[in-house]
């Protein structure tokens, strides 16, 4: 599997407009890591829809019974914000699902016993799972005057689902393949494992017995991230804390400072697909050349926590991919450590009193080590992605609930 910074960009811009405004303007669905253009719905001559991709969802929580699992399947088609029904076919949103309280019901109760099985066309979105109680989606006009959900902000603390315990997968499915994570990048509530089947067998996001209270614990250690945690619930990412005022605006401004010093009297370099870029702080800002100039401004902690700001990176084979490897190493703080980035040891990762607590703490969770606990974690394929271009079925599991 190729890294995130050898390849196309675009699930951090999506992720930050779905999440950050979620409830205040229209989202749309993220679209999974690594996700490859191509069609978004194919019709056979009889009309139906192509894909039909088996979609099987296990409670192995261990507390909940099937009755009180709610599963969404939301998203996008062809460029409409859809939704799948329990029968296996795609239904575009409308004004008329909201309901009496103003919010749609678009919940598939799990089977009464055993595994639920369903259908999943092409689409690119998000599987959500709520436990205890429904989502509360609601369908709003968007700007071009078309139907748009907008989706829970378990951050935002005036969201209707801050007290629901939820959480979702993420994934595209298209005539290319599926591609799919589990991913923390804006929280971590829900133990959730996927099991993809195809050209090969392969599971990502398994969370370890005892992972998801070790999580809990493991951030209310150190000081200023214990305030991300919301009772049992859930631990908000740090990037959402520090817009809630729950996590301190200037927590990385000491190591962001020692990179800018440490590379102004010394190279640091960067390789992508395109090459090698070689940089040195200049006039403020960190410049490379090699195959292209590219240069960054000094970032803050907000640009470090999103991997956005000065840290942008926008799909242009240059600056982009060397945006993300920089987001990275100052997450996992390895950009002191050595000059050559990005930095492939998992075990130099995180080694510093300053460092990104709440992704090292994701990290130490799951069996495989991999998981997404920031935007750019699939540097070095460090994320919980897998993909497979004949997929021939997909399992998500709510792992045990301890």
Known sequence: MTPRHQRSLGRRTLLVALGGAAMAAPAVAALAPHALAGPGRDRDAEGTTAGALP?????????????????????????????????????PVALSDNGPDGFTDYAITLAGSGETRLSLPYMSGRIYVALGQKLKFKVVTDGAGNAALQY????????????????????TYNPSGMFCNTTMVDMFSVPLSIRLTGAKDQTTGTVRAGGRAAAFEAVRRVAEFAPLVLDDLRVIAPGHGLDAGLFPKDYLAPYIDEVWSTYTARD??????????????????????????????????????????????PNDGTTGPVAAVLGAGFN??????????????????????????????????????????????DVADFASYIQDTAPTGIRLTLTRFE
């Open 152 to 171: 829970p902000a378990g951050w935002v603390a005036s969201d209707p689902n801050y007290r629901v315990l939820h959480d979702c997968a993420e994934f």
């Open 268 to 313: 640091l370099t960067v390789t992508t697909n395109a090459g090698t870029f070689t940089g040195r702080v200049r006039g403020e800002r960190l410049t490379f050349d090699g195959p292209a100039q590219v240069s960054f401004a000094k970032p803050t902690t907000r640009d470090v926590l999103f991997c956005h700001g000065a840290l942008a990176a």
């Open 332 to 377: 996992r703080s390895t950009l002191l450590t050595s000059a050559a980035q990005p930095t492939t040891d998992p075990a130099a990762f995180y080694r510093t009193a300053l460092t990104n607590h709440y992704a090292k703490a994701m990290h130490a969770i799951t069996e495989d080590g991999r998981a997404y606990g920031f935007a750019f974690d």
């Open 55 to 91: 979609l099987t969802v296990v409670n192995d929580t261990g507390v909940f019974g099937n009755g009180d699992v709610h599963v969404y399947v939301v998203g996008n088609q062809d460029g409409r914000q859809v939704r799948l029904t329990p029968d296996g076919t795609l239904a």
